[in-house]
């Protein structure tokens, strides 16, 4: 408000003076008319305003670009308005009011009176309606607001979190933000998973969860924190609502029916508070729910390592419908938060898992220009394991250091049956593979005392041993190995064991201005024992071919010097890591020991520029040489399958020399909720040696020529995620393209194969109405082989839609539907093939009772169908047959 | 026998009305010392106006300036009701909070607790007096404490530049309030004087205002010209001055342990495993919107 009071004191007898003093009314913004002011010189516009509801007046300069002066008036009456802006020669006089038309004039900036009668008319604003923001941005840090995603179908976190966009969920746990992987992920800023987020997502509830924060550029290690010169991705931690923290809370899960007999069980118990956090389940199940790769123990029971049962690896459908599983699990996670700095985590987790798996496999191999083989297999393997895993961490972090130790052990104990049949023929498998790997991590680091340059320090220790003993019926292949009479098994078994510690120390850290200079040292020590025999009706064969016993010590002496370069906005580094590397083989069967020391360089250069806060553009390079580990170090053949056999023969070290190049452009507008990566990979490697393989029946003989060979992969990954306001709704798209090219000799031919691929997927959700969601994803993939220039076979095109649709009936009662879609034209019987479930709960005050139909259609079989350039595979695998399940949840307390 | 039978009847008709009183003990359990304020009954009201226009605001504000982190910055969702003879601003969290246990006290006696962060004072402002009535709740107690004062009282710089909030031209404006130095923005697309806490007086509504240090930050977030009565709840108010209601509110975080205790409740922290009383010589920092009053 504006007051201005001049007086002239101009020479006239006095009693005129008093008497316009008398008269005189002082009119100035935000007084009313009984008041009185001076104003002399100045522009006096007296307003007479006739209103029955409040108004507001202004007096402004053109356009109202700067308010002169106001009043909010709320009765009828002459207001006096004062202006002293003697250059502007108009003005502007508007009223406006909740209940009458607005009225706008242009004045003259003269001294004068005007009128305003309000005339009635209700005022409608433009409605902005009350939500909370989906994502807000503070810093490098997103903060997804989980209610404002999740719908009342959605009962975990991470049926949530597959809607937010930027953030994708892969079925082997993994989570993605923006293209890049998210390594890091917490609780309430606690880390107690260790990178093993599964286990909360799959098991928090969204009502429990506030928010989910991504924070872009995360640096684990606090006295890094203000450091320019790290490059650091993106961590997710989930913040809880203080209704799921300070208390234990347990919930209960159980689901029977059949048929056959089937069911699903889990006890949960959850902590958190700033001091101690646990996580703690209990689960069974029988109905396909992989508990292995929530563990982060792999996906599902592999058959043995070096040798196992043959046997195909999972189709690449939902597990519910072809995991024919018995699996038991119990994990315990705790967190102790000593003090600031210090915390203390342990992680016990059991696994036992039975599995069966029943498929049909008919293979095409190209043997020669006019020969091929035919092999038509039915399977039936099946799998046992009982793992356990334990995990113990100790973390002090520190602005001033860091220091980090986990100890882990693994122990695998695993048995399989593998009956196949083959053109009439039973071939009868029996695999026992016990394993344990036990493995310390420690890492240190301090600041200098003087504040420039710190000290680091890092061990990774690891101890192992993976024996396979793997008995085939009958006892194939014996003439191979000299014997003259027919056998009723033979057994192969194989033992590898080994020691390894690679070690990193900080030598020399200078600074200046932006640019670092570091130098570090490495010692890597590698110890790998390959033990391996073959006995035919448990007699071992003569020939020397069918043993091995290899010491291998893969030794490596480096120093790494490093540039930094960095501005605000631009990071350049530039590691030239330069060593020795000792390779000495001792061969305790053939008698032979070879010692190979090389030179190798190995630079890596990358470079990071960020635009304001939504453009980042990065871009690798590196080159390193890769040497063979001890299975591929063998002088002895070994079968890796019942059909399957490797001989690397006379022993030459393997080298692979690589150049991995790659250029990534991300955007990302968090308030538009737009996000965007494009990715360019290139690795081309140079080796000393090219794959082969030979036919000798149903056996393939793997085999390596040693000679030059050149290989590359060139692909490019982009993807688009878009969130939108509009009925909850958001869209992603991801596109891949790449070649493939490399040489490969089969039965002493070489051929050149190039193999071109492209995968489309767009996913998009949206709820129509406030009582359904809907979720769809659609991908396509398709590729075509080149053999010595031709294109060979067919491009092969798969299509695959999913369609999810969760519908509220009410607040008590929801469906969920589930169908999947395949189309391949090379499929046998039926192009189009469909799984179809769905899921219905009914909450009565903390309770859900579930009734769910698995495989609603009884589709029994599903297949795949591959082709390589050279060889072709179909497989049909067994489905669930139709189960019905009856469950109920509850909340233990 | 008559007799005894008589009283025998009499004595069973007049059981009833020896009433039981029983008296329910709370237990509070925190993980680490806070402040928190109980839930009131909000059932019983007396309607003061009715809303022809009703602002959500953001808010968010530093309780504690000596956290460095993200975490200082504490957040809440306000409500501006603006009627033609009153206006009414709460914590639309902290109505929601009581409007649950309300519901939830008549079966269970579990019962959510509304957080921290949750302002606990509401603002009354009579229009034509131009009077504020300000109402604080105090944590760990029933009681309200109310004190008034003139309204109006900003005294605004109108300044160049312009912004746009929720699609709204806004101009802008500063005024130093209190202690603190504030710019506004407020748009005259909406004709009000009126805008979050205490602050009125511009040409236009008020869609956000901000200290210089961003330790206060009131951001509108909604707009709705859906009717809504203005209440004013049937509690017991404890009048008082507003020098002495500040210097009390700064005695209680400058002495949170023993304010605690002598509140009479029961409130622990769960330490390593075990149940632990908040220490009397624990102090909560005091960083209030009004700096000076």
Known sequence: MHLLFKIHIRDIPQIVIFLLALFFRTLCFAQSPEKNSRATGNTVIKVTVFTSSPVTVT??????????????????????????????????????????????????????????????????????????????????????????????????????????????????????????????????????????????????????????????????????????????????????????????????????????????????????????????????????????????????????????????????????????????????????????????????????????????????????????????????????????????????????????????CLFKFSGGHGIITQNDNTIDQHLDNNSYEIYNSLYASKNHSKGKGYSSFSSNTSLYS?????????????????????????????????????????????????????????????????????????????????????????????????????????????????????????????????????????????????????????????????????????????????????????????????????????????????????????????????????????????????????????????????????????ISAEYQFGQQKNRYYVSGNRYCRKYDYAFLEICGSISPVPWMDLNIKSNTTSYSNYVNGKRSGKKITTVRNEFKAGIAFSDKTDLNLDLNHFYNKKYDDNKNKFLLSCKMDYKIKNKIFYFTILNILNTKKYEEVLYSGLNYYRHTYDIRSRTFLLGIRFTLF | MMKKLLLLITLTFCLPHFKCRAQIIRSYLFDSPDFIILHKNISKFSTLDTSFLNITYQLSFVEDTTLTDKDKFLNDIMLLQIGRNYSKFFSLKRYHNDSICTKLLERTFQIPLAGSAVQGYEIYHNIKNNKLTVTNRIPFSSKVYEYEEDGGTVKWILQKGKDTILGYICNKATAYFHGRHYTACYTMDIPSHLGPWKFSGLPGLILKINDDKNEYVFECSGISQQPEPIVRYDWKYEKISKKRWMEFEKHIYENAGRYIESTGERVSIYNNGKHEKIPLTWKKNYNPIEKVY
């Open chain 1, 59 to 408: 007096i402004s300069s053109k356009d109202e670009r700067e308010i002169l002066c106001y009043k909010s008036i709320d009765s009828s009456g002459q207001y006096v308005f004062e202006i002293n802006r003697p250059k502007l020669d108009s003005l502007e006089l508007t009223m406006r009011g909740f209940n009458i038309k607005g009225q706008k004039k242009i004045i003259r900036n003269t001294s004068q009176s005007i009128n305003l009668r309000s005339s009635e008319q209700k005022l409608y604003l433009r409605q902005v309606v009350v939500k909370a923001k989906k994502i807000t941005v503070k810093k490098d840090t997103i903060n997804y607001a989980v209610s404002t995603f999740k719908n009342k179908t959605d009962y975990t976190v991470k049926d949530v979190m597959k809607k937010m966009p930027g953030i994708k969920i892969y079925s082997n746990g993994q989570i993605y933000y923006n293209g890049e992987l998210v390594k890091n992920f917490y609780i309430e800023n606690l880390d107690m998973l260790h990178g093993n987020s599964d286990i909360a997502i799959n098991n928090i509830k969204a009502d429990d969860v506030a928010d989910v924060q991504v924070m872009e550029h995360h640096e684990p290690i606090k006295m890094f924190r203000k450091r320019k010169d790290r490059i650091n991705g993106p961590a997710i931690n989930l913040k809880l609502r203080n209704s799921a923290k300070g208390a234990w809370g347990a919930n209960m899960l159980a689901e029977a029916g059949g048929t056959p007999t089937a069911w699903n069980g889990a006890v949960t118990a959850m902590y958190f508070s700033k001091k101690m956090q646990d996580i703690s389940f209990v689960k069974t199940n029988n109905t396909g729910t992989d508990l292995a790769t929530e563990l982060g123990m792999g996906s599902a029971v592999s058959s043995g390592g070096t040798a196992g049962l043959r046997m195909q690896s999972p189709p690449d459908i939902e597990k519910k419908y072809y995991l024919m599983n018995n699996t038991n699990s119990a994990t315990a996670n705790h967190l102790f938060k000593l003090n600031k700095s210090k915390q203390i985590t342990f992680n016990l987790s059991y696994l036992n898992d039975y599995q069966k798996r029943t498929t049909s496999d008919y293979s095409r191999y190209f043997v020669s220009q006019d020969s091929i083989l035919e092999i038509d297999e039915s399977q039936k393997v099946y799998l046992n394991t009982n793992n356990l895993a334990a995990n113990i961490e100790y973390l002090d972090n520190s602005r001033k250091h860091y220091i980090k130790n986990s100890t882990k």
């Open chain 1, 466 to 730: 993976k024996p396979v003993d793997l008995t085939i019926e009958p006892g194939l292949y014996y003439k191979l190995f000299g014997f003259e009479e027919s056998c009723k098994q033979f057994k192969q078994n194989v033992r590898i064991s080994g020691f390894k510690s690679d070690n990193s120390f900080s030598l020399l850290t200078l600074g200046v201005n932006h640019l670092k200079i570091n130098l570090n040292g490495k010692i890597n020590l590698n110890y790998q024992r390959f033990t391996s025999d073959l006995t035919f009706d448990k007699i071992r064969s003569n020939s020397i071919q069918s043993r091995n016993k290899i010491d291998y010590w893969k030794n490596e002496f480096i120093i790494q010097p490093y540039l930094i370069y960095f501005r605000q906005d631009f990071l350049m580094m530039l590691y030239l890591s330069s060593g020795y590397e000792d390779i000495y083989r001792r061969d305790g069967i053939k008698k032979g020991n070879r010692r190979v020391s090389l030179f190798n360089f190995q630079p890596y250069a990358y470079t990071e520029l960020t635009t304001g806060d939504k453009i980042k553009i990065s871009a690798l390079y590196q080159h390193g040489t890769k040497y063979d580990d001890v299975e591929t170090a063998t002088s002895g053949v070994f079968f890796s399958n019942y059909r399957s056999l490797y001989n690397y023969g006379d022993y030459s070290t393997g080298k692979k020399r690589y150049d991995k190049s790659n250029l990534t452009v991300q955007y990302k507008d968090v308030f538009r909720m737009l996000f965007w990566s494009a990715k360019l990979n290139y690795l081309h490697y140079n080796n000393n040696f090219t794959g082969s393989s030979d036919y000798y029946g149903t056996l393939t003989i793997y085999d390596r020529k040693y000679e030059d060979n050149t290989s590359s992969n060139i692909n490019s990954d982009i993807y688009i995620s878009k969130g939108f306001q509009f009925r909850n709704s958001s």
